[in-house]
């Protein structure tokens, strides 16, 4: 493990348009794993700002800085946006939950000052596989039961926000994230005693 010589953003700072940064989440890190995910930043960004059911901040992110992100990049925009199949694209589920988890590992540490040592996995609301079943339906049957409050953390909440619920998960003492970005795209982080390896040769889309 690499010493931490600074510090980076948990969601990155590209997540929040200039004049809405304030208080931004910041952890520990090395100089390797603070530049390593710049490109899947501003990849999942761009998806995450798309989604059908966000507010009216993030088609205002959209047309701003992910708009001349794209404009400067087209190698990004088409990848991006490569594969669709009637109204929906589909994307690079793994690059999606890689930076996921990244960003769940430095919530949670933000929050406890402790590592995160379980395996989170993330679970989507507004994901479908090609028969048009969200992907938390398929993978989290029970999603229904879990509480929500309507209390959530976060100083950009139109941007970002978060939610931690302790108890027992998988029978031993641990803690449920909910993340919801730019007001409708919903991830819900569970920990498990594993890994969770999908098969990655399918990939995730979204209705558009």
């Known amino acids: 493990m690499e010493p931490a010589t600074s510090v980076e953003h948990v969601p990155a700072k590209c997540f929040f348009p200039k004049g809405h940064r304030v208080n931004l989440i910041t952890v520990p890190s090395c100089s390797v794993h603070n530049n390593d995910t710049a490109k899947d930043d501003e990849y999942v960004r761009g998806i995450l700002v798309c989604s059908s059911r966000n507010n009216q901040v993030a088609l205002g ?6 708009r001349r992100t794209f404009m ?15 109204n929906s694209f589909f994307h690079d589920r793994q690059r999606i939950d890689n930076l996921m988890i990244k960003i769940a590992y430095g919530v949670y540490f933000h ?12 679970y989507y609301k507004q994901f479908f596989d090609e028969y048009g079943k969200t992907d938390i339906e398929l993978r989290l049957p029970n999603h229904s039961s879990l509480p929500e409050w309507h209390i959530y953390v976060g100083e950009n ?9 302790d108890g027992t998960v998988n029978g031993k ?35 558009k």
């Open 72 to 86: 400067h990049s087209p190698k990004l925009f088409l990848k991006t946006f490569k594969t669709q199949i009637g």
């Open 157 to 165: 909440q139109s941007f970002f926000k978060y939610q931690f619920f």
């Open 111 to 122: 929050t406890y000052k402790m590592c995160w040592h379980s395996y989170p996995s993330p």
């Open 173 to 207: 003492t641990d803690c449920i994230l909910r993340m919801v970005f730019y007001g409708g795209f919903e991830v819900i982080i569970v920990p498990h005693d594993e890994k969770v390896n999908l098969p990655y040769d399918c990939q995730s889309g979204e209705p």
């Open 61 to 66: 992110h959209w047309k701003g800085d992910v």
